[in-house]
C-alpha cells in the first residue's frame, strides 16, 4: 500500500481528494435536502394545557345541557430557521361514534392579551407563540343537579373550589369522572375515578401555508410540559 502509495503522482492525489470531496459534499447535501423536506412538514411543536385559574357555568339555550368554560393554554413553537404562517385551524369533539361540534365549541383564539387573533399569523424562526382558548364542556344533569345552589350559573369561581364543590357531592371534574377501583392501603380508603360517559376529548389542528396540518388533543388532562407536534409531529396530511 505505501509502496502504490509513493507511486501517485500530485496530479492523482489531488484528483483523489478531489473525489472524496466531492464525495463528502453530495452526502452532505443529501443530508441537508432530506432535513429540509423534514422541517418543513413538522417544524411546529404544539403544546397544551388545561387552565385551573378561574370558571363559569352557563346555558347555550334553554334546551342544552349546562356547561363549563374551561380555558387551554395553546404554545406553538415554530423548530425550524425559517418564519412559519398558520392560515387556519378547527377544533372537534373526539367521540367513538366520530367527532363533531357544538355551541359551546365556537369561541375564537385568543392571544397572550385576551384579544382574538387575526389569520393568518406567523411564528418567527425558533420562536413560539401563546394563544388561548376556551372550550365549553358538557356537566351532565347528574352533576349539576347534586351541586345545588352552591353552583350559580354565570357566577365565576376559582377553579379548584368548584371542582372541590363537584367531586364533595361525587362528581369531580365537573362530572366527566366516574368512579373505579377502591382500595385500602393501611388504615386509608383509596379510591380511584376513571372517565365516565361524559368525560371529553377534543381535537385541535392548525393548517400552515404548506397545506400541512400540526394536531394536538385537548382534555382537562393535558399539560403544557409534554409536546405534541412538530419534531416527533403528528402531520395530518394535506389539506
Known amino acids: 500500500m505505501i509502496k502504490w502509495f509513493k507511486t501517485l503522482t500530485r496530479t492523482d492525489v489531488i484528483a483523489t481528494l478531489a473525489l472524496v470531496v ?12 432530506q432535513d429540509g423536506i423534514a422541517s ?8 397544551v394545557g388545561a387552565e385551573h385559574d378561574k370558571i363559569s357555568f352557563f346555558k347555550p339555550h334553554a334546551d342544552f345541557p349546562v356547561l363549563f368554560k374551561q380555558r387551554y393554554k395553546i404554545i406553538l413553537t415554530n423548530n425550524s430557521f425559517n418564519p412559519e404562517s398558520v392560515i387556519d385551524w378547527r377544533i372537534w369533539e373526539r367521540r367513538e361514534e366520530g367527532g363533531g361540534q357544538y355551541i359551546g365549541m365556537k369561541s375564537k383564539l385568543l392571544d397572550s392579551t385576551g384579544m382574538p387573533m387575526t389569520l393568518p399569523f406567523l411564528i418567527a424562526a425558533k420562536e413560539s407563540k401563546v394563544l388561548f382558548l376556551d372550550v365549553g364542556q358538557k356537566v351532565t344533569p347528574e352533576a349539576w343537579a347534586a351541586v345545588g345552589p352552591a353552583v350559580s350559573l354565570g357566577k365565576e369561581l376559582d377553579w379548584f373550589d368548584a371542582d372541590r364543590i363537584f367531586a364533595d357531592a361525587g362528581y369531580p371534574q365537573f362530572g366527566q369522572l366516574a368512579p373505579g377501583e377502591s382500595s385500602r392501603y393501611q388504615d386509608l380508603q383509596v379510591n380511584r375515578w376513571t372517565k365516565g360517559p361524559a368525560y371529553q376529548e377534543f381535537q385541535l389542528n392548525f393548517t400552515k401555508a404548506d397545506g400541512y396540518e400540526v394536531a394536538a388533543q385537548l382534555s382537562l388532562n393535558v399539560s403544557d410540559v409534554y409536546p405534541q407536534g412538530g419534531g416527533g409531529a403528528v402531520v395530518v396530511g394535506k389539506s
Open 22 to 33: 466531492s464525495i463528502a459534499s453530495a452526502y452532505f447535501s443529501y443530508q441537508q435536502y
Open 40 to 47: 418543513r412538514k413538522t417544524p411546529i411543536i404544539v403544546r
